[in-house]
């Protein structure tokens, strides 16, 4: 079975600019979560995805915003980037509520 | 809103030790599960172990078990005979019942020695 996968890797953006990460979650599984990850603040949620809509959300601006769609993949997106979004952000995938979340590798994002 | 806390960042061990990492949480709630994940250098989190609240038996898997005081909101994680492929930042993390996100502590980074 294929684990959650994550593109790209690796990101480097520019302030002012967006970009749009993307999570596969494992085959069957309908919930897809975000997570930031910082040295300074640690692993941050951002928000949930179950069924294309969103479950949950976190303490972030609306800069930050996702999708999922009905293969279940997910998207996030952030717009007018600033030097402090630069993090690892991970997406997570859950089989169902109160079980294990499955991480992908994450991607790093670095805005310069 | 729950709150979870590593109050060791750095710790260290030999081979073949047993290391304990602390964890404390704070939380209204009284139906919830509790879980360690590790994220290794290829930053790849993975899951350790698993505890439900409502289950007073402690949880083990292998090398690694749990002393969970869920009066005292501690959730600790014992690794016995540890190895270099230990070397990881750990991660407690809470999951509310009914929900399937995750509020995560700091972390501690361990580092095992030869």
């Known amino acids: 079975k294929a684990g959650v996968t994550q593109t790209p890797r690796y990101l480097i953006k520019t302030r002012g600019q967006q970009v749009t990460l993307s999570c596969s979650p494992i085959s069957g599984h309908r919930s897809v979560s975000w997570y930031q990850q910082t040295p300074g603040q640690g692993l941050q949620f951002l928000f949930e995805y179950f069924s294309e809509t969103q479950r949950n959300k976190g303490n972030f601006p609306g800069r930050f915003s996702g999708r999922q769609f009905s293969n279940s993949r997910s998207e996030m997106n952030v717009s007018t980037l600033e030097l402090g979004d630069s993090a690892l952000y991970l997406c997570?995938?859950?089989?169902?509520?109160?079980?294990?979340?499955?991480f992908g590798q994450g991607t790093r994002l670095t805005v310069v | 809103a729950q709150t979870v806390t590593q109050s060791q960042p750095e710790m260290s061990v030999q081979e073949a030790e047993t290391v304990t990492l602390s964890c404390t949480y704070d939380t209204s709630e009284s139906n919830y599960y509790l879980f360690w994940y590790k994220q290794p250098p290829s930053r790849q989190m993975i899951l350790v172990i698993r505890?439900?609240?409502?289950?007073?038996q402690n949880a083990t898997e292998n090398r690694f078990s749990v002393n969970f005081q869920k009066a005292a909101k501690s959730f600790s994680l014992k690794i016995s005979d540890s190895q270099l492929g230990d070397t990881a930042m750990y991660f407690c993390a809470f999951m509310n019942s009914g929900y399937s996100t995750l509020t995560f502590g700091k972390g501690t980074m361990l580092l095992v020695s030869p």
């Open positions: 997570a995938s859950v089989a169902g509520q109160n079980t294990e979340a499955f």
């Open positions: 505890q439900e609240a409502y289950k007073q």
